[in-house]
């Protein structure tokens, strides 16, 4: 097998010191959508910041297409190859759509490979990111990931508070990312969106890896990923509609 | 009359540029800088006490604007490294705790406003034209000049260069611009060397008019935040307007007799006039963020 593009083994991370990643070990493979779920504090973005060097690791190894890069400053992390698109939408708002392609560029890849990927920011270059809207924001988050030619994309929940049509179209531009031969390691709400496009999934519960395997077992197996989530044997009635990364949201629920 | 307000033109762009460089330190690495004007004055007297000991001026000159620039550059990496993860009170805090060591060192080695006024040189000294009994001095020509092209080639730099677009990012975002790949520590420590080079610059150019004693020169920080704050410490064309109507209201002040006693007054009067007109309608917590 080759060399896995992204590669933990018994990472821990605290916040503010609290623990809050224990122990986690997964494998992100190239030109593949690995997906991260995971309930509500789960430690799905604290692993992620753990990654691009946001929070700092205690313990375990951070390998980057099979170089250590755990004790590395955050942006060595990224010229090392790795993209992350924060939970936050985090544009440069101040900036235009060009000028937020161009900060990130490293090698010859430039904006029009953005462009192409989001036609839609193409008509926007000369606008404020800042007055763009949350989809058109978004676009731009991930076009800036491609830009920087990342080898590993981060994605941690791109599609929150946006219009189904429009998840699916970042759902898209994922997979035209992987067929650049890109790795994505993906966090999302909507589970089942991100297992139709998944391969490897991992699920968090308190921190600890409690279900690893194949995209494809959680995706028919309603029940098993309840089980992975919470940690009971069954789905039942819930703490109530409030209760929000519910494993089998449907887009459909969305207004 | 004239002539006073053509003098207080002359300060003017020299409290524009030590205002900018404030807010350009504020805006691209986050410190209220206390340190930068004693900064300049070590490079400044670096270079006059070379010149005292016989060297050439155009050699004394790049040596003491090395010696501003590798200071800052220290004090620079001193607050990146140690304080980087701190908030913006605490680095201005340090700076202010720099400043008042710096000062102690300077006049430790540079002497008092009684004991250490060394003779600068002065270039800018012979007047361009006199029209009766108006003269206009190099140096107001000089310092002004200098103050327009530095607010113009920032502003440049900063829009139409990848450097400026990524000091803008840094700026705005520090941990965004740094998970995008950006070298915050380095470019950071390069706006620290432009700043004291700059600052060093801008002293010698004023240390002639102002009797060149370290302590004056270094504490020429006060008029360089209260500047910055005209600018809101984010403008740059309201800082440099605002260095240079408080130089001439300076001048002016000097002129007219009623008000010569209060001279040193005037200026910070009609700053918090405009502060207060400026800021009527805001809250204070959501305008001023950076
Ligand atoms: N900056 C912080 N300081 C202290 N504790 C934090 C911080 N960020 C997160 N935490 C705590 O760490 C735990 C994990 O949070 P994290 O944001 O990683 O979860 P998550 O799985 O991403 O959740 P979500 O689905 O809500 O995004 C939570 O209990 C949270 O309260
Ligand atoms: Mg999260």
Request: hydrophobic share 50%.
């Amino acid at each position: 097998m080759s060399v896995p593009a992204l590669s933990l083994k018994d990472v821990s991370i605290k916040r503010a010191d609290v623990p809050v990643v224990h122990g986690v070990s997964l494998d992100v493979e190239p030109a593949s959508v690995t997906v991260l779920l995971g309930a509500n504090g789960a430690g799905k973005t604290t692993l992620m910041d753990g990654i691009a060097g946001l929070a700092r690791t205690g313990g375990g190894t951070v390998e980057l297409d099979g170089h250590r890069v755990d004790k590395l400053p955050t942006y060595r992390r990224a010229q090392a190859g790795l993209a992350y698109v924060e939970q936050a939408r985090t544009v440069f708002r101040t900036l235009t759509v060009e000028q937020n392609l161009l900060v990130s560029q490293t090698g010859d890849r430039g904006p029009e490979a953005a462009y192409r990927l989001f036609p839609e920011l193409d008509k926007r270059r000369t606008l404020q990111a800042g007055s763009l809207s949350g989809g058109e924001q978004q676009m731009l988050v991930l076009g800036r990931a491609l830009v920087s030619g990342p080898q590993t994309v981060l994605i941690d929940e791109m599609s929150a508070g946006l219009a189904p049509v429009v998840v699916r179209r970042l759902m898209r531009a994922v997979t035209d990312l992987v067929e650049l031969g890109i790795a994505v390691l993906l966090i999302e709400q909507f589970a089942h969106l991100a297992l139709e496009i998944g391969s490897r999934a991992y699920v968090l519960r308190k921190g600890r890896v409690a279900f690893e395997g194949a995209c494809a077992d959680l995706r028919d197996d309603s029940a098993r990923l309840h089980a992975a989530y919470f940690g009971t044997a069954q789905p039942h009635g819930g703490p109530g509609p409030a209760d929000r990364p519910r494993p089998d949201a449907a887009e459909s629920e969305r207004p | 009359m004239v002539n006073s307000v053509i003098a207080g033109l002359t300060s003017g762009g020299v409290y524009a540029l030590l205002g900018l460089c404030v807010v350009l330190t504020y805006r691209l690495v986050a410190v209220v800088n206390f340190t930068m004007a004693a900064v300049g004055a070590m490079g400044a007297f670096v270079m006059v006490s070379l010149t005292d000991a016989g060297v050439s001026a155009w050699l004394a000159l790049p040596v003491g604007v090395a010696a501003g620039a590798a200071l800052s550059a220290a004090l620079g990496a001193v607050l990146v490294r140690w304080f980087g993860g701190h908030g913006q009170n605490t680095k201005a805090a340090v700076s202010v705790a720099l400043y008042v060591a710096l000062m102690a060192v300077g006049l430790r080695l540079f002497g008092s406003t009684t004991t250490g006024a060394h003779s600068f040189p002065r270039p800018f000294d012979a007047p361009v034209f006199s029209a009766g009994s108006v003269v206009v001095p190099q140096s107001a020509l000089v310092s002004l000049a200098f103050a327009v092209l530095i607010t113009a080639g920032v502003g440049l730099v900063l829009h139409r260069t990848r450097v400026g677009l990524r000091l803008q990012a840094l700026s705005e975002q520090p941990s965004t611009a740094q998970v995008v790949g950006i070298a915050a520590p380095r470019l950071a420590l390069v706006v620290w060397v432009v700043i004291g080079a700059v600052t060093t610059l801008v002293i010698l150019l004023v240390a002639p008019r102002l009797g060149g004693d370290f302590s004056t020169l270094g504490k020429l920080i006060n008029t360089a935040l209260a500047v910055a704050m005209l600018g809101a410490f984010r403008s740059l064309p309201l800082t440099l307007a605002g260095g240079l109507v408080l130089g001439c209201l300076e001048g002016l002040s000097a002129a007219v007799e009623a008000v010569q006693q209060y001279q040193g007054v005037v200026p910070f009067l009609v700053i918090v006039v405009l502060l207060w007109w400026r800021s009527r309608h805001e809250v204070w917590d959501t305008a001023h963020s950076r």
